[in-house]
């Protein structure tokens, strides 16, 4: 599957712990993208990158919530001290350089719980 | 601020019947819309966006700025178009093409 990748898919984790997603976008695409998804409710953007550099957070983003992409390949979202809202479907997604109508490619999720 | 709001939660219909999933935007300027589909336990993919003016999978959608509505159709559905949809849309203003996305519309067509 040469697809957008996420690890791990499922993550249950302690309440106050902190937890780190992974999230490998197609080879040639230079945006990227994470979104996050709660039951009964479409994705909501969190935070975007192009190649290296963050360019716009989410207001959902807490400072808790810090995402990097080193050397504008692979991407890290790290959660610290998890909280039970912190409960969700974490989503990626990437797409190539273009207009506004570029397709974004996601991959299938992180699920985090929270207990 | 820009908002996509997708009515029905739900949406039940036999095979072989039409079927419409609503959807209603708000954003001052002139987005660009999409449809996104997710088939179970598959990952969200793109269905069809509204420049492109095509067909995909019989559906289509008509952008109605007077209304501002993206309505999906498919004259005739079959069972395995029962799915999640949600309608999208990137505000020309938005940096980055980021979608903001309506609520989804589980769509069951039944045999």
Redo the contacts between chains.
């Keep these: 599957d040469t697809g957008v990748s996420q690890d791990p898919r499922h993550k249950i984790t302690k309440r106050g712990q902190n937890v780190t997603f992974r999230c490998d976008p197609i080879s040639e695409h230079n945006r990227l993208y994470w979104y996050r998804q709660t039951l009964g409710q479409g994705p909501e953007f969190l935070t975007y990158f192009q190649n290296e550099a963050q360019l716009e957070k989410s207001r959902l983003l807490s400072d808790r919530f810090s995402a990097e992409r080193p050397k504008g390949s692979f991407s890290t979202l790290e959660i610290q001290r998890t909280e039970q809202g912190d409960s969700a479907m974490y989503l990626c997604a990437s797409s190539p350089w273009g207009g506004l109508n570029t397709e974004a490619f996601f991959g299938q999720g992180t699920r985090l719980t929270v207990v | 601020a820009q908002r996509?709001t997708?009515p029905e939660?739900l949406l039940s219909v036999f095979k072989g019947a039409p079927v419409e999933l609503k959807c209603n935007y708000s954003y001052s300027g002139s987005p660009?819309l999409f449809w996104y589909v997710q088939y179970s336990r598959q990952?969200?993919?793109?269905l069809l966006?509204h420049?492109?003016r095509e067909s995909i999978k019989g559906f289509t959608a008509d952008l109605n700025k007077g209304e501002t509505s993206f309505h999906l159709k498919k004259p005739f559905a079959q069972e395995e178009d029962s799915a999640m949809y949600?309608c999208?849309l990137?505000g020309?203003a938005?940096?980055?093409?980021?979608?903001?996305?309506?609520?989804?519309t589980q769509l069951t067509v039944n045999p």
Excluded at chain 2, 43 to 46: P, T
């Design positions: 996509v997708q939660k660009e990952r969200l993919q793109l966006r420049i492109s949600y999208a990137i020309r938005t940096s980055g093409s980021r979608l903001t996305f309506g609520e989804g």
